[in-house]
């Protein structure tokens, strides 16, 4: 006989036991059928940040000389690009390396290039800058891009009308077959940003051969941001 304290302990045990077994032999539900959904949207940012490149060179037998007149070029630049509150610049590199003969044994000069990186929102205050900088540097590159603001506020605007695009994929796909739907799994892909070169090098480097070079033309244009949302819902009876 089993002693009344242990009694309770004892068929809780076997309850749970028989419950256990109970809900082992009762079989899962079936899987719900499922359906891939995938679309894109895309959108237009416009490119309001523009980056440039500006640089000047010099060769000279005396390493100190070409020193010399790189350094004059670039303070001077330094100077005008300052004058242009809506440009900001900085350094973006000096490299100088030595000239070799036609043996390739003697070294016949020595060759310096420094560069200035530009930036800015305003198209016309840097085009105007470019302008003035080419009569003594060259331009080695040219870009346009949306502004890291202006690509997220576009991107969030385009990631709502891709959630709104599969939303209604999914209610078209559901009410076809005449049955609910809900969402199991959802992926959202986007695209980086690609910089948009405004103009090549080669047209701005030929500018250098006029005496006055006119405002570097800028066309800013705009960047196509897509994305892509991609899941699977579940139908439902």
Known sequence: ????????????????????????????????????????????????????????EATDANPGEVARKVNTIVTQAIQTARSVPAVKVRSAGNSTYPVYGKTGRSI???????????????????????????????VAGLSANPSPDTWKKIEDETIADAIGA??????????SLKKKWKIKHLSINTGGMQPKQAMPYAR?????????????????????????????IELIE
């Open 108 to 138: 016949e000069a020595w060759r310096m290039r420094s560069t200035l990186a530009l930036e800015s929102s305003d198209a016309a205050a840097l085009s105007e800058l470019l302008g003035k900088l080419q009569q003594s540097m060259a």
């Open 166 to 175: 599969f939303e209604a994929r999914a209610r078209l796909v559901a009410g």
């Open 1 to 56: 006989m089993i002693p009344a304290i242990v009694r309770p302990l004892a068929l809780l045990t076997f309850a749970f036991a028989a419950n256990h077994a109970l809900a082992a032999d009762t079989p899962a539900p079936p899987a719900l059928p499922t359906v891939e959904i995938s679309v894109e949207s895309s959108r237009s940012a416009p490119n309001d940040l523009f980056r440039a490149q500006v640089y000047a």
């Open 204 to 232: 701005a480097a030929a500018m250098m051969a006029e005496a006055s070079p006119p405002p570097a033309p800028i066309e800013a244009g705009d960047s196509p941001v897509s994305v892509n949302v991609s899941g699977q």
